[in-house]
């Protein structure tokens, strides 16, 4: 690896959010190692879509690593026996998967020190998402300081940042922005329950949300459903 690059580890569901952060971290000029994981979800073919933005996008690398977090359970992606919700709900959702981005932000930054990389870079969202807890700018920031505790470049005084430049950004701001760096989002798969082929329900809330995001967007929108 050559020493002035500017490296980043990017975590890549197959989704919508993610595509673009992936996007946005090769405008800034990083070399991007990607990430994504097999971790017990109902719709596998997000990965089949992982695979295909990473391609699309000339990647350093991407690698795909299996957990199995179906054994915990706890979460509709991850125990069918927790019905999908179809309407808006109140709270914290049951789609939310306990712990999820805690563990995929310590892999990545795992990852990261042994790349020697600058940044890792995570689509997560505080305007329109679904409530998730490990979506909010606090835990990014609580993340970011322990990693810098817990790490060779942290005591270094060379902290690695965790990047989220979709923060702030309604779903419409995402996609236009995505269009602009010409993502392909036909690519993409967000919906929690798609069939083998890639297809959306359009019923659940992450469907809800991307819909939306298109028609306030104006941009035509390239989901397939079933």
């Keep these: 690896m050559k020493q002035h690059e500017k490296r980043a580890v990017v975590l890549l569901s197959g989704g919508l959010d993610s595509a673009t952060a992936l996007a946005m971290a090769k405008e800034q000029g990083y070399t991007c190692h990607v990430l994504s994981f097999d971790y017990g979800q109902r719709s596998l073919t997000e990965l089949n879509a992982a695979k295909a933005i990473a391609e699309q996008m000339g990647v350093a690398e ?23 919700p179809e309407g808006e709900t109140e709270g914290v959702p049951v789609t939310y998967v306990p712990a999820r981005n805690t563990v995929f ?29 490990d979506c909010r700018p606090e835990f990014i920031a609580a993340f970011e300081t322990m990693a810098n505790l817990a790490t060779r470049r942290g005591i270094d005084g060379n902290p690695i940042r965790i990047e989220t430049p979709l923060m702030s950004m309604t779903k419409a701001d995402i996609i236009m922005r995505g269009n602009a760096l010409g993502i392909d989002y036909a690519l993409t798969v967000s919906c929690y329950q798609a069939d083998a082929d890639g297809r959306a329900c359009g019923r659940c809330d992450s469907c809800r949300l991307r819909a939306k995001g298109f028609a306030d967007a104006g941009v035509a929108d390239p989901t397939r459903y079933f």
Excluded: K, Q
């Excluded at 990545?108 to 807890?133: C, Q, R, T």
């Design 62 to 84: 991407h690698r795909i690593l299996r957990l199995h977090l179906e054994d915990f359970g706890g979460s509709a992606l991850t125990d069918t026996s927790i019905e999908m």
């Design 105 to 133: 932000l310590s892999l990545a930054l795992g990852w990261a020190e042994v790349l020697d990389a600058d940044a890792i870079f995570i689509g997560v969202n505080a305007v329109d998402y679904s409530g998730y807890p």
